[in-house]
Nanobody
Framework: QVQLVESGGGLVQPGGSLTLSCVTSGFSRIIFGVHIMGWYRQAPGKERELVATITSNFTTDYSDSAKGRFTITRDNAKKLVLLQMNSLIPEDTAIYYC???????????WGQGTQVTVSS
């Protein structure tokens, strides 16, 4: 019932920007609001890695590579999560996945992913 749908990926030149969107459904606003939301990515031949997370009180955490370049936000009323990516580099090329988790509910939801390719 819960669905996370990512969009906004594509081909961008180094130094460019993209905004990824994660639209969720199947949550109530209350339940969405108590989930830690995050973005992860997986490049070919590599393991999935954390990019950024944001808690219900808007505390954020970023990977070292994302820090200073990416910004994660959430809108609990819209049940929406965004990832603003600036100063993109080829190493950012990966499939980006939206995630929602809550340890109390033992929930762990994933979207289908959206491809980001940074290349000239």
């Amino acid at each position: 019932q819960v669905q996370l749908v990512e969009s906004g990926g594509g081909l961008v030149q180094p130094g460019g920007s993209l905004t990824l969107s994660c639209v969720t459904s199947g949550f109530s606003r209350i339940i969405f609001g108590v989930h830690i939301m995050g973005w992860y990515r997986q490049a070919p031949g590599k393991e999935r890695e954390l990019v950024a997370t944001i808690t219900s009180n808007f505390t954020t955490d970023y990977s070292d590579s994302a820090k200073g370049r990416f910004t994660i936000t959430r809108d609990n009323a819209k049940k929406l999560v965004l990832l603003q990516m600036n100063s993109l580099i080829p190493e950012d090329t990966a499939i980006y996945y939206c995630n929602g988790r809550n340890s109390y509910f033992r929930s762990d939801y994933w979207g289908q992913g959206t491809q980001v390719t940074v290349s000239s």
